[in-house]
C-alpha cells in the first residue's frame, strides 16, 4: 500500500529456502526464529538501497520483533548511509521491533517510525493515509 501511495520502488525480502510449511508447525518455527534472533539466508536483492535519499522499511512483528529475512538483510549492514522511515504492522503486541532495527541503522539516520495495528482490519484508508505524512 504504501509503495504504491507514493510511487516507490519496492524489494521483497525472501527466504532463499522456504522453511514455512503453514499451520502449527509452520507458526512453531517462525516463533522460534522470532524469540532467537535468527537469520535467514535470503535472496539477493535487484534494488540498489544505496541510490536513495529516503527508504521506507515497513516489517511484520513477530512475536514483539522483525522476521528473519529482515533481520538478515540489515546485518548485511546495506542501511548505514541511508536516511530510513520505519513502520511495522503488528496485530497484538509491537514489542521492541523499532528499536531493533535501529540497532542496524546508522545514528540519527531513522527520520520516523509508525506502528499499524492491523491497518487492513481497522482503516485501511486511515493507514495509507497516515503513511503518506
Known amino acids: 500500500m504504501i509503495a ?6 519496492l524489494v521483497e525480502l525472501r527466504p532463499v ?3 514455512h510449511s503453514g499451520g502449527v508447525l509452520g507458526f512453531l518455527r517462525t516463533a522460534l526464529w522470532a524469540l532467537s534472533g535468527s537469520t535467514l539466508i535470503i ?3 535487484e534494488l540498489p538501497v544505496e541510490g536513495y535519499d529516503l527508504l ?3 516489517t511484520p512483528v513477530w512475536f514483539g520483533r ?4 529482515l533481520r538478515r538483510f540489515l546485518s548485511e549492514g546495506r542501511l548505514r548511509a541511508n536516511r530510513i522511515a ?3 504492522c503488528y496485530s497484538v503486541y509491537k514489542g521492541g521491533v ?3 532495527l535501529r540497532k542496524n541503522c546508522a545514528p540519527d539516520s531513522v527520520v520516523g517510525a509508525t506502528a499499524f495495528r492491523a ?3 481497522n482503516d485501511e484508508i486511515g493507514a495509507i493515509e497516515r503513511a503518506r505524512h
Open 4 to 9: 504504491a501511495s507514493v510511487d516507490a520502488a
Open 17 to 19: 529456502r522456504s522453511e
Open 43 to 45: 535472496e539477493p536483492t
Open 56 to 58: 521506507f522499511v515497513g
Open 66 to 69: 522483525p522476521p528473519a529475512p
Open 86 to 88: 520505519l513502520f511495522c
Open 98 to 100: 523499532f528499536r531493533r
Open 119 to 121: 491497518p487492513l482490519l
